[in-house]
Every structure is written in C-alpha cells, then in structure tokens.
C-alpha cells in the first residue's frame, strides 16, 4: 500500500521512513523540556527580579514577571487556537504539508536561539517575543508532523509509530537537558565567570537541536500526502467543519459534557504544568539545578502515571478514572497553597508526576470511545486540538491576571482549583448515566 504526493512516493510501514518521522519528535521535544519546563521559566524569574523587584514595565504596562510570561504563553496557544484550522485547510489546497511544517519548525527554532540574547531585564521584551515563536512554531508544525501518521503506517501499526514517536522524544529532550545540566553544574570548571552564559546557551543549543535533527523527517518524508486541491476548495473548510462538528454535538449530550468537563479540568492541568518551575523558583526559591532534577523525575513519574491510570480505568472504567485523576488534581491545589519548604514542593511534584501523564492519556482515549461511528475521525480530533489549545489559553491568561492582581501565584492556583472542580463536577454528571457507565467501562 502506498501513498502519492506531488514529488515523492512513499510506502507504508517502512522503516526508514518511520524513523524519520518519529525524529521529528525527537527534535522538536526538547523545546518542551529545556525551554517550557526545566531552564527558561527559573532563568527568566532570576534575570527579570535582579534589580530587587519582581515588577516589568512591558508595552507600557507594570505587571508580574511571572505574570506577563504566563498571559504571553496563553496569547501564544489562543493564536495557534485560531490559525490551525486555516493551516489545515492552506495545506490541503496546496498538498504540500511539508513546506507548512518546515516553516513553523523554522520560526520555533529561531524562537528558542533569540531567548541567547536576553540576558538582563530591560530585553524582556525579546525573552517575551522568543517564547511566542517558539511556542506557536511548536504547536504549529505540530499539526502537520502528526497529519502523517496514517500516510506512513496502516492502521493497525499507528498506536506503535505514534508510541515510537513519544519515545524519540522523551530520549532526545532528556538527552539535551541533562548535557545542558552537565554545563550549568561545571560552571566554575570550564572558567565561566558571567552566570548567565551557560544557561543562555541551552536556549541557542535547543534551537540549533531542534534544527538540525528536523533536517532528518524534512528531508525524507514526502512533501504533500495527496494531490493539491486546486478546484471547490475553501480556505474556511477548516473553520466550516469545526462548526460542523460543535452543531453535532447538540446530539450527543455525553459528549458535549465530556468536552466541558474536559475543557474546565485540562485547563487547570496544563496551567499546572506551564507554570510548575516558575512556582518553584519564585514561590520556594529552589535553584536552577533543583528544578532541572525535579522536572526530570516528573518525566519519569509521568510514564509510570500513565500505565498506573491505564491500569485504574481497566478495573473501574474510564470516567471513574477521571474522576479520581481530577479529584487528586484538587488536592494538589489545596496543597500547593501552604507549600514553604523545597521538601513539600518535592512531595507535590511526586503527585503531580503521577497524575499528569496519565490525565492526559486517559482524556484522549475516553474522548476516542465516545465520538460516534463516523468516517470523520480527524475532525473530531481537530475539534478536541482546538478546544484543549482554547482551555491552555484561558487558564494560562487567567493564572497571570490573578498572579499580577493579588501578587502571589499562590492564589492563581487555588483558583485553579475551581476549575478543577467544575470539571469534576461534570464527570459525576456524565458517571450517574448508566448508559455511559457500560460503555467505558473496560
């Protein structure tokens, strides 16, 4: 079986091809453990509170650091929210997926080599516009990276490639980040006296990683996965069929209210997730290194809370799952507001590593059982993209406007907390159908 593009032929299951692809994930990965997660968010903190004040003036307006980096990371996906329906439907009228791809590893990559230059607060204003290329370019040729899956594998190899995928990734960015660490902590063994080099220099090392291993996937996958759409092609298709899909859902109530509860409980998860180092750093005053280590064991308890939640929803049913995933989630809210010592930050790490990884997989598999039998798959999952891009944007502007308000991040995550529980409010509504009940459950 095969698949034909306007330059290249390409046959299914082949490995070489495979592996390519799945070096994507292996590239573009470290921009979400060095930048998003272990390094930038401390580095920031420290280079925009060294003048003795956690205070910006940015565009003219005096806010939070912390708070103005989360609001940007939500402006970042809420446009990514809004264009990925319109890249979808650019790429499918020219048929070259490729070049769209390309474009937004290109501009992600620059993003991450411009945050080399911000090495003092007054060039905020660069570390902010960085974060946003980086952001949108990841999530941007993440669109099309994953629009090749079913063109390179059949069907009933996709949940292996894609797993590959995820496994390239995690060895790639934990890969570049302990190198990175390797750095920081030889700091004085290498003669570096400017603090800020090291660090600076894991930004350029990312952005030039995720470059050059890119050059693999662009160079082999095949540059359109069908022929362009050049007659009765709309470049509002991807918006159209987006409101087809919410008319839709009018009819499948247990849907609708899955995507709600979702929509409520995947905001507070990802804000969590965003925003977990700059807490550390500026909550706890834990040190670059600490919060490297840390982020690397909740990449470990990610994956094993992952199978512990897969093993959860096998004995009670997925919504069941949910709810004692959501319920721990509210926990850890209450909890991270009287966090004072590293120690207690570590425990709430713990159980954030347990929850998180398997949240995440457990709401894409429940939403997969729940949409109804139809031969429109990908727009369903389009619709899900969208919507958890929509909720990152709100939880992360409303954490920074409550940060910048009340000046402690503490008590953007209660609020968060609220979240959570309208979600789990939601969950119990969907538990009491019965019909729901026997259909997710395993």
């Given at each position: 079986m095969a698949i034909h593009s306007s330059s290249n032929r390409?046959?299914?299951?082949?490995?070489?091809?495979?592996?390519?692809?799945?070096?994507?994930?292996?590239?573009?990965?470290?921009?979400?453990?060095?930048?998003?997660?272990?390094?930038?968010?401390?580095?920031?903190?420290?280079?925009?509170?060294?003048?003795?004040?956690?205070?910006?003036?940015?565009?003219?307006?005096?806010?939070?650091?912390?708070?103005a980096y989360s609001i940007n990371l939500g402006i970042a996906f809420g446009l990514v929210a809004l264009i990925s329906p319109l890249l979808s439907s650019m790429s499918d009228y020219s048929g070259n997926h490729r070049a769209y791809m390309r474009f937004f590893c290109y501009l992600g990559s620059i993003g991450c080599m411009l945050l080399f230059f911000f090495s003092k607060a007054s060039m905020v204003h660069l570390a902010l516009a960085g974060m946003l290329l980086a952001t949108i370019g990841y999530s941007g040729s993440i669109v099309f990276y994953n629009s090749y899956l079913p063109a390179i594998a059949t069907e009933d190899q996709q949940d292996k490639v894609s797993a590959r995928g995820?496994?390239?990734?995690?060895?790639?960015?934990?890969?570049?980040?302990?190198?990175?660490l390797a750095f920081i902590l030889n700091q004085k063994a290498l003669g570096v006296t400017d603090d800020t080099l090291l660090p600076r220099l894991s930004f350029l090392f990312t952005g030039i990683w995720w470059l050059g291993f890119a050059q693999i996937p662009l160079h082999v996958l095949p540059a359109g996965l069908y022929a362009p759409k050049s007659t009765g092609h709309s470049f509002l298709n991807g918006y159209k069929e987006l409101l087809k899909i919410w008319n839709q859902l009018k009819t499948f109530q247990k849907l609708r209210t899955f995507l709600f509860s979702f929509f409520f409980y995947i905001m507070g998860v990802q804000t969590v997730m965003f925003m977990a180092s700059s807490f550390g750093e500026k909550e706890v005053h834990l040190g670059l290194t600490q919060l490297i280590i840390t982020v690397l064991l909740l990449e470990y308890l990610g994956l094993g809370g992952a199978f512990l939640f897969a093993?959860?929803?096998?004995?009670?049913?997925?919504?069941?799952?949910?709810?004692?995933?959501?319920f721990?989630?509210?926990?850890?809210?209450?909890?991270?507001?009287?966090i004072i010592t590293p120690l207690h930050f570590y425990i709430a790490a713990f159980f954030i590593g347990l929850v998180m990884g398997g949240i995440q997989s457990l709401s894409r598999s429940t939403y997969a059982k729940m949409i109804p039998e139809t031969e429109n798959n990908a727009g369903y999952f389009s619709f899900y993209d969208?919507?958890?891009?929509?909720?990152?944007?709100?939880?992360?502007?409303?954490?920074?406007y409550l940060d910048n308000l009340t000046g402690s991040m503490r008590n953007s995550i209660m609020a968060l907390g609220v979240w959570f529980t309208i979600g789990l409010i939601l969950l119990f509504v969907l538990q009491r159908n019965k019909s729901a009940r026997q259909m997710l459950a395993s």
């Open positions: 390409v046959v299914k299951n082949d490995p070489k091809t495979i592996n390519a692809w799945a070096m994507y994930d292996w590239a573009n990965s470290a921009y979400a453990l060095v930048i998003v997660s272990a390094i930038f968010p401390a580095f920031y903190n420290t280079i925009t509170s060294a003048n003795g004040t956690s205070k910006l003036d940015v565009w003219g307006f005096s806010i939070e650091n912390t708070a995820y496994a390239f990734g995690y060895l790639g960015a934990t890969t570049l980040l302990l190198l990175n093993w959860i929803s096998k004995k009670l049913g997925n919504i069941p799952a949910l709810i004692i995933a959501v721990l989630w509210i926990l850890i809210c209450i909890g991270s507001y009287f969208v919507c958890e891009k929509l909720a990152m944007m709100c939880g992360l502007i409303m954490f920074g």
